[in-house]
């Protein structure tokens, strides 16, 4: 992966948060034009986070062979309390949903 951005030298890769536009309908989108695969994600999560395998030490699995999408709160939330209340209490009920939908013969159209 090649990159001159800044957090992409420094985590030699994706290892980034995005931040989630909830008034839209799909959360995220991956979409393979030559196969017709896709995933569409749908969280309550205010954030995804990417993950390129930057560390991954060939084995199993070599440097970039992967792709992980994590559906989270903002990092470092509980310093920040601007980023919202994530400290779930005793007792306290806890619930958030991420769904992730499959194609294999999607259409971008």
């Not at 909830?22 to 034009?33: G, Q, S």
């Not at 749908?42 to 993950?51: F, H, L, P, V, W």
């Not at 999408?69 to 601007?82: G, Y």
């Not at 980023?83 to 499959?102: D, L, M, S």
């Amino acid at each position: 992966m090649t990159s001159s951005e800044d957090q992409i030298l420094q985590e030699e890769g994706l290892n980034h948060p995005f931040i989630l536009d909830k008034a839209r309908d799909v959360d995220a989108r991956l979409f393979h034009p030559e196969s017709g695969r896709a995933i569409e994600i749908r969280t309550t999560n205010s954030a995804i986070i990417s993950y390129s395998g930057n560390h991954f030490s060939g084995k199993p699995f070599a440097k970039y062979s992967g792709l992980a999408l994590e559906t989270q709160e903002l990092p470092d939330a509980v310093n920040h309390p601007s980023f919202g209340a994530i400290v779930v209490e005793a007792n306290q009920v806890f619930y958030q949903k991420t769904a992730f939908e499959f194609f294999s013969n999607y259409s971008s159209n």
